[in-house]
């Protein structure tokens, strides 16, 4: 049985940035707000290293507070320093331009909407930086419902699938005769979804690793799954054999918050089968 690694997978340079500001900073005193990225695993290690995770600000008297790389809004900075806390802020550069984007739109007299899902932590920090006045859509039946308005302001989600971001803003286009999109989509992100994509038209089964609460990997596992039979795992201890019974090649692709070592350890599970 062949094992073909996609092209592009794994940790981005957001993700790496933010891994890296945060180890530069364990000290046992450090904290993130929530965690710095979707990995449970790589949460876990760097919790080992003196970097903890904290939900709430009420949790935290002393210190640094790591900004994780999905982002805050403008108030949480400023709650922060309040408490005399020291701020390091991992947010990814990517998310922080989506963030300005929706400000300045918002600033510009733009009625703002963010293409996301609504409960993503990144695009609640979207939303906080267009002043709380940012409609969010989720889907074409959200947009086509939506009303008219004098200036529409788009941005998006960075890790949202491009196609997914064109047949939204194709019916946003009828709302506004003065229509401005800022499309923040990550490159890495398209760049992953594509890989996947090609590979799993290549193979007869795709294993997808990452966080079952990162959505960039939930993404990843649904574009394969219209390709061929596919498993979104999170390490390799859930591979199971019966999986690859009269499978020739196997295909792995993973999330952008997915660490280098996961990735390994599934590929030589894969490849033992």
């Given at each position: 049985?062949?094992?073909?690694?996609?092209?592009?997978l794994g940790?981005?340079?957001?993700v790496?940035r933010?891994?890296?500001?945060?180890?530069?900073n364990?000290?046992g005193?450090?904290c993130?707000?929530?965690?710095?990225?979707h990995n449970?695993?790589m949460v876990?290690?760097l919790?080992?290293?003196?970097?903890?995770?904290?939900?709430?600000?009420?949790?935290i008297?002393e210190?640094?507070v790591i900004i994780?790389s999905?982002?805050?809004?403008p108030?949480?900075?400023?709650k922060?320093?309040?408490?005399?806390?020291?701020i390091?802020?991992?947010?990814c550069?990517h998310?922080?331009?989506?963030?300005?984007s929706?400000?300045?739109?918002?600033?510009?007299?733009?009625s703002v909407v963010i293409?996301?899902?609504?409960n993503?932590?990144?695009?609640k920090s979207?939303?906080?930086?267009?002043?709380?006045?940012?409609v969010?859509?989720e889907?074409?039946a959200?947009?086509?419902?939506l009303?008219?308005?004098?200036k529409?302001?788009?941005?998006s989600?960075?890790?949202i699938?491009?196609?997914?971001f064109?047949?939204?803003?194709?019916?946003?286009l009828?709302?506004?005769?003065?229509?401005r999109?800022?499309?923040?989509i990550c490159?890495?992100?398209e760049?992953r979804?594509?890989?996947?994509?090609e590979?799993?038209?290549?193979v007869?089964?795709?294993?997808v690793?990452g966080?079952?609460?990162s959505a960039n990997?939930?993404k990843?596992?649904?574009l394969?799954?219209?390709?061929?039979?596919?498993?979104?795992?999170?390490?390799a201890?859930?591979i199971l054999?019966e999986?690859?019974?009269?499978?020739?090649k196997?295909?792995i692709?993973?999330?952008?918050?997915t660490?280098d070592?996961?990735i390994r350890?599934?590929?030589i599970?894969?490849?033992?089968?």
């Amino acid at each position: 049985m062949e094992v073909i690694l996609a092209e592009y997978l794994g940790f981005c340079y957001g993700v790496k940035r933010a891994i890296r500001i945060a180890r530069e900073n364990a000290d046992g005193k450090s904290c993130t707000l929530g965690p710095i990225i979707h990995n449970p695993q790589m949460v876990e290690r760097l919790k080992d290293e003196g970097v903890g995770t904290i939900e709430n600000l009420s949790e935290i008297s002393e210190g640094t507070v790591i900004i994780r790389s999905h982002g805050v809004g403008p108030q949480i900075y400023n709650k922060i320093c309040a408490k005399g806390l020291k701020i390091v802020d991992a947010t990814c550069p990517h998310v922080k331009k989506a963030q300005l984007s929706a400000k300045e739109l918002a600033e510009d007299g733009y009625s703002v909407v963010i293409i996301g899902e609504k409960n993503h932590p990144e695009v609640k920090s979207i939303f906080e930086w267009a002043n709380r006045q940012a409609v969010i859509i989720e889907n074409e039946a959200e947009a086509e419902a939506l009303k008219p308005c004098a200036k529409l302001g788009i941005v998006s989600q960075t890790t949202i699938a491009g196609e997914h971001f064109k047949k939204i803003v194709l019916r946003l286009l009828e709302k506004s005769k003065d229509i401005r999109i800022l499309r923040t989509i990550c490159t890495a992100t398209e760049q992953r979804q594509t890989a996947a994509m090609e590979l799993a038209e290549k193979v007869d089964v795709m294993i997808v690793v990452g966080g079952k609460n990162s959505a960039n990997t939930t993404k990843l596992a649904k574009l394969c799954e219209t390709k061929c039979k596919t498993y979104h795992i999170e390490t390799a201890a859930e591979i199971l054999p019966e999986w690859f019974n009269k499978i020739q090649k196997v295909g792995i692709t993973a999330g952008a918050s997915t660490p280098d070592w996961i990735i390994r350890e599934v590929s030589i599970q894969c490849q033992r089968m």
